[in-house]
T-cell receptor, first 107, second 115 residues
Framework: KNEVEQSPQNLTAQEGEFITINCSYS?????LHWLQQHPGGGIVSLFM???GKKKHGRLIATINIQEKHSSLHITASHPRDSAVYIC?????????FGAGTTVTVRA | ETGVTQSPTHLIKTRGQQVTLRCSSQ?????VSWYQQALGQGPQFIFQ???????GRGNFPPRFSGLQFPNYSSELNVNALELDDSALYLC??????????????FGEGSWLTVV
């Protein structure tokens, strides 16, 4: 079983809709990262969380350490939000990644 | 722009050959880690270097090796290439180890195709 599980695997939304991506993990962590990957391959770090909630523009990330669960929310989604969103956890000496959620936002 | 640069961006190799991928980390970052991402999957941890020493390794065979130089740039070497080595190879740098909750900066990756 993978240490990090994401859901859904794929998600299609209409522009303006609220989007939620979920991440569960099974190991003790020092931090959780939400990452964005565009088709070219490069990865951008959106958030790093160890507790609570963070907000940046239309993106909100929350984490519940006791339940080992995090969510990434996109409010008022836009076609430029289309990308793969990856959850990763820092533990031991490394990062472990989820398989990613492919988000497509239609105009 | 993360300040992490990788080269080459794309390359094609033949099975059995050797490849070297390079990474220049963000200025001041003493830790570099390498990941393999097969198509449609999340990245998998290969290994990490901290101050020129390997200090963590994932489930990859010894034909995957690396180096970190005094300026903290890094190389990933893969010997005896196999078809399954075809993937995007990502380098990431951080100040301190990636397992310690430090912000991590990724390069754009090197796409390797083995034929």
């Amino acid at each position: 079983k993978n240490e990090v599980e994401q859901s859904p695997q794929n998600l299609t939304a209409q522009e303006g809709e609220f989007i939620t991506i979920n991440c569960s993990y099974s190991v003790g962590i020092s931090a959780l990262h939400w990452l964005q990957q565009h088709p070219g391959g490069g990865i951008v770090s959106l958030f790093m969380l160890s507790s609570g909630k963070k907000k940046h523009g239309r993106l909100i990330a929350t984490i519940n350490i006791q339940e080992k669960h995090s969510s990434l929310h996109i409010t008022a989604s836009h076609p430029r939000d289309s990308a793969v969103y990856i959850c990763a956890v820092s533990h031991d000496y490394k990062l472990s990644f989820g398989a990613g959620t492919t988000v497509t936002v239609r105009a | 722009e993360t300040g992490v640069t990788q080269s080459p961006t794309h390359l094609i190799k033949t099975r059995g050959q050797q490849v070297t991928l390079r990474c220049s980390s963000q200025s001041g970052h003493n830790t570099v880690s390498w990941y393999q991402q097969a198509l449609g999957q999340g990245p998998q941890f290969i290994f990490q270097y901290y101050r020129e020493e390997e200090n963590g390794r994932g489930n990859f065979p010894p034909r995957f090796s690396g180096l970190q130089f005094p300026n903290y740039s890094s190389e990933l070497n893969v010997n005896a290439l196999e078809l399954d080595d075809s993937a995007l190879y990502l380098c990431a740098s951080s100040l301190g180890q990636s397992g310690s909750g430090n912000t991590i900066y990724f390069g754009e990756g090197s796409w390797l195709t083995v034929v």
